[in-house]
């Protein structure tokens, strides 16, 4: 079973940027779709990018679309969330999940805070 360990969340402004990596443990990192998720307070966990295995396509939410960028290094067992023109309503946990055939994954979280 893979673990996963989110790191890169912290407070910034509105306008601002963070990047936000999770580590993956194992040696079959490549098998597993990633995605990234987050839970504001009161909020359902909502998905927030997908992607693919080997890299190449993602998808996003309509609401991160254009602000948000993911990839993932398969030589490095980790995948990113490049976060930019942040907004208030972008504060939440964010979450990284992996999913392959043999089940699913997730990290601990992330706090991200973005201040107005």
């Known amino acids: 079973q893979v673990q996963l360990v989110e790191s890169g969340g912290g407070l910034v402004q509105a306008g601002g940027s963070l990047r936000l990596s999770c580590a993956a443990s194992?040696?079959?990192?490549?098998?597993?779709?990633m995605s990234w998720h987050r839970q504001a307070p009161g909020n359902e966990r909502e998905f927030v990018a997908a992607?693919?295995?080997?890299?190449?396509?993602?998808r996003y939410a309509d609401s991160v679309k254009g602000r948000f960028t993911i990839s993932r290094d398969n030589a490095k067992n980790t995948v990113y969330l490049q976060m930019n023109s942040l907004k208030p309503e972008d504060t939440a946990i964010y979450y990284c999940?992996?999913?392959?055939?043999?089940?699913?994954?997730w990290g601990q979280g992330t706090q991200v805070t973005v201040s107005s």
């Open positions: 999940l992996a999913a392959s055939a043999l089940g699913r994954a």
């Open positions: 194992g040696r079959t990192f490549s098998s597993y779709d």
């Open positions: 992607i693919s295995r080997n890299g190449e396509s993602g």
